[in-house]
């Protein structure tokens, strides 16, 4: 069992300090009540809830979700309770739960990325703020912010100029170059960086002759793209200095400790949750020996992969 | 709500393709009425990644739940062995609402959806009823734990083949059924056009129908919305948490629409 403030597993993000480097992704925990009566939510490094709009949202047709090799497509459509609701019903339960609160978020202009910023930053129990720049699975908006150095920022600093919350900024791996965008969002007053979010893929159903999924395409994750995030957190390492959250496909120890070494200094975990909901606590408490018995700190790990 | 490492206690094989897995529940009884499902999953590797959902055919101190192999995540399971370990969590979702009105209750099943309606006949047996359950597949070889069914309820089998039963479909005794008089209400699991097969001869007698659905599923829970399906207001349910059993004029409408 890991204590609530381990000093091997503490890991320090800025403003941001988490018990242990295990969060749970946004869009694979749900808001993360739903898991309380099971798994000891408030031991996780943290929760990032599933992406909240101003509005709700009733997500994409479907189908919406598929298998791939050692992965899968989802097609959700950010499918979400909207800001209200959250705040008025959800935000207290985590807070009586006692659950480190990322709120992930996501809109499709500036303006309303600043109004979500503002109402976030007036509430008490939210330790950070994730912009979800980056989603594959909207039309309007969403993963254009992403690519882009200078619309990456611009979004960045119109939220920075509003709230005081720790901002952590979720990068796409489809940018043409993720380093720029990485220093774009830096730039513009980032605390740190979640990546990365899926990348689109396609599957064929042979017997129709048509894409599995409703919306044709659906963003990639699990296994198959971890040697996808792995290099990419390895080349961002290099080019900012804000903490980087690494993630795409971690499911053992090992997957974690290479995305530690590539340059990331706490992790998230996705699709895996989805096997085995208590996989984080399973894992933190791996870590916890892993560096025991190596007599290291999480943060001995951080980047050790970089250099010759 | 519960979340097992536990291991494969029993396997039996009751048709070809088939597997019945049973599993300890471990401390606490897993409590479940008939239509709720569990998510499994075996300790496979990273491929595939998804557990899956199978709609409970006991609760209790054991689990079981019915297994075809069709793609690779039933195909391992269906090989597993007595001993395998198996990640379970459940019983999840919303089965089906007995009715205790004195209808007369008609379980209509398709293959592998035999699964909840044997839980469901077991259950009716348990309070003194002995239902008409309606059992349909393409073929001899798809109709598994049909013995099982004939012990608690009063059974007739169509095969569209004509190898065992009647030949046709389901829809067919459904029919003569409804047509004798008495008010009856309908509980159906099986292959999304039968269900609406079903619900039509159903809503045409106007006899009550729940239907337990499928659909490709994350989490099981309600966290990932994938299990979306579209009804008519053009909004969507989510088979996990809002079924997997509906009233059937929720999906299809209502007579009139």
Request: net charge negative; proline share 6%.
């Amino acid at each position: 069992m890991v204590p609530l403030m381990s000093e091997r597993l503490r890991t320090s993000l800025g403003p941001l300090t988490l018990a242990n480097p295990f969060v749970n992704a946004s869009g694979t925990y749900g808001y993360g009540v739903e898991y309380a009566s099971f798994v000891d939510v408030a031991r996780l490094g943290g929760v990032s809830v599933k992406g909240i709009s101003l509005l709700p949202r009733p997500g994409n047709s479907p189908p919406r979700t598929c298998e791939t090799s050692a992965g899968m497509l989802n097609s959700i459509g950010l499918a979400n309770i909207g800001i209200d609701v959250f705040l008025a019903e959800t935000l207290p339960q985590l807070r009586e739960l006692g659950v480190t609160v990322i709120v992930n978020t996501f809109a499709t202009s500036i303006e309303d990325f600043v109004e979500l910023a503002a109402r976030f930053d007036n509430e008490t129990g939210i330790a950070a703020l994730e912009l979800n720049i980056s989603c594959p699975n909207v039309h309007a908006g969403g993963m254009h912010f992403g690519v882009s150095g200078a619309a990456a920022a611009e979004v960045t600093g119109a939220v920075r100029a509003v709230t005081d919350l720790p901002l952590m900024v979720k990068l796409s791996p489809e940018a043409g170059d993720i380093g720029e965008v990485a220093r774009g969002v830096e730039s513009a007053g980032a605390d740190m960086i979640s990546m990365i979010n899926t990348i689109r893929g396609m599957v064929i159903d042979v017997d129709r002759r048509r894409p599995m999924l409703g919306q044709k395409m659906g963003g990639m994750s699990g296994p198959a793209i971890k040697p996808l995030g792995v290099r990419m957190v390895y080349e961002v390492f290099q080019q900012v200095s804000i903490p980087i959250i690494g993630m795409g496909g971690i499911a053992s120890l090992r997957d974690a400790l290479e995305y530690l070494m590539a340059g990331a200094t706490a992790v998230q975990v996705g699709t895996a949750n989805y096997s085995e909901p208590g996989i984080s606590l399973r894992l933190a408490d791996e870590l916890e020996a892993w560096c025991s018995e190596r007599d290291l700190t999480v943060t001995d790990l951080v980047g050790c992969a970089q250099g010759d | 709500m519960k979340y097992l490492h536990t291991r494969i206690t029993e396997v039996t094989y009751p048709a070809r393709d088939h597997a019945l897995l049973r599993f300890a529940a471990a401390a606490e009884d897993i409590p479940a009425v008939p239509g709720e499902f569990v998510m499994i999953r075996g300790d496979w590797g990273c491929h595939p990644v998804l557990p899956r959902a199978f709609s409970l055919v006991e609760s209790g101190a054991h689990g079981a739940v019915l297994v075809k192999a069709i793609g690779p995540g039933t195909q391992l399971l269906e090989s597993m062995k007595v001993d395998d370990e198996l990640v379970v969590f459940g019983a999840l979702g919303k089965g089906y609402r007995i009715d205790d009105s004195g209808l007369r209750p008609v379980l209509v099943a398709g293959g592998v959806g035999v699964a909840p309606l044997l839980f469901l006949a077991r259950e009716l047996a348990a309070r003194g009823q002995r239902p008409l359950f309606l059992y349909g597949a393409g073929t001899e070889h798809d109709l598994p734990l049909a013995d099982e069914i004939a012990e608690v309820a009063e059974l007739i089998i169509t095969t569209e083949d004509g190898s065992v039963g009647e030949q046709g479909l389901i829809t067919a005794p459904l029919q003569r059924a409804l047509q004798d008089g008495a008010d009856s209400i309908v509980y159906t699991c099986g292959p999304n056009g039968m269900l609406k097969a079903v619900a039509g001869v159903s809503q045409s007698h106007n006899t009550p129908c729940q239907v337990a659905l499928e659909a490709p599923m994350a989490c099981g829970m309600g966290t990932c919305k994938g299990c979306a399906v579209p009804i008519p207001d053009g909004s969507f349910k989510y088979v996990c948490y809002d079924g997997p059993v509906f009233d059937a004029e929720v999906i299809y409408g209502a007579a009139d629409e």
